[in-house]
């Protein structure tokens, strides 16, 4: 399967956006979804996960109650809705896919092995 992240933009603190991840070649029913985000002069960390159904949903304690992750596996496609957005969620933002048992969720970024092209987003004023 391979993945391409988009909706990213530049938007002033408070705002929301969007992000999509879009999957070809290959349904992603059998993957567990992540969302992980690199700012600059930082390592990528991790933002959330989705079960293979969506039943399940993580998220790093800096976007709880801020980010909602969701899928449309019928559309081969991962959401990442953003709001009340702040400067330091400026990053580049990736999606990733791992194959997982159904009910679980990953948050460790070694264990994804299908990357995206990440897609940027910007919060200033």
């Known amino acids: 399967v391979q993945l391409q992240a988009y909706g990213g933009g530049l938007v002033q603190p408070g705002d929301s956006l969007r992000l999509s991840c879009k999957a070809s070649?290959?349904?992603?029913?059998?993957?567990?979804m992540g969302w992980f985000r690199q700012a600059p002069g930082k390592e990528r960390e991790f933002v959330a996960t989705?079960?293979?159904?969506?039943?399940?949903?993580d998220y790093a304690d800096f976007v709880k109650g801020r980010f909602t992750i969701s899928r449309e596996n019928a559309k081969n496609t991962v959401h990442l809705q953003m709001n009340n957005l702040k400067a330091e969620d400026t990053a580049v933002y990736y999606c990733?896919?791992?194959?997982?048992?159904?009910?679980?969720?990953?948050?460790?970024?070694?264990?994804?092995?299908?990357w995206g092209r990440g897609t940027q987003v910007t919060v200033s004023s």
């Open positions: 990733a896919a791992k194959q997982g048992v159904t009910g679980r969720t990953i948050k460790s970024i070694d264990r994804y092995d299908i």
């Open positions: 989705i079960s293979r159904a969506g039943t399940v949903r």
């Open positions: 070649e290959r349904t992603i029913v059998p993957y567990v």
